[in-house]
């Protein structure tokens, strides 16, 4: 329990929680079959996010946030649509 509770404690402290609740969603989902729903889930409120942002407003630590987020869910979802390895029976 000690892990949910440190997990839902971090979120409680988050700079942007506009998208990045979606995207520690993403980031903590272990079930493959549900993480690229949780993936688009965060894009989807990073998309929002971004069009919200106004252009020049000092917005770029959460601007280099968005982008390191978006560097994370590609690595996600390329590593959820590998098939997993054949095991192979000797």
Do not use: C
Request: aromatic share 6%; proline share 4%.
């Amino acid at each position: 329990m000690r892990t949910h509770r440190s997990a839902a404690s971090s979120q409680e402290h988050l700079l942007f929680p506009e998208w990045q609740r979606a995207y520690h969603a993403a980031v903590l989902e272990t079930d493959r079959h549900k993480l690229l729903e949780r993936v688009r889930a965060a894009e989807d409120a990073i998309s929002k996010r971004l069009l919200a942002l106004p252009e020049n407003s000092g917005t770029l630590v959460e601007r280099q946030a968005i982008f390191d987020a978006m560097g994370t869910l590609r690595f996600l979802t390329l590593d959820a649509e590998k098939k997993p390895p054949h095991s192979s029976a000797h």
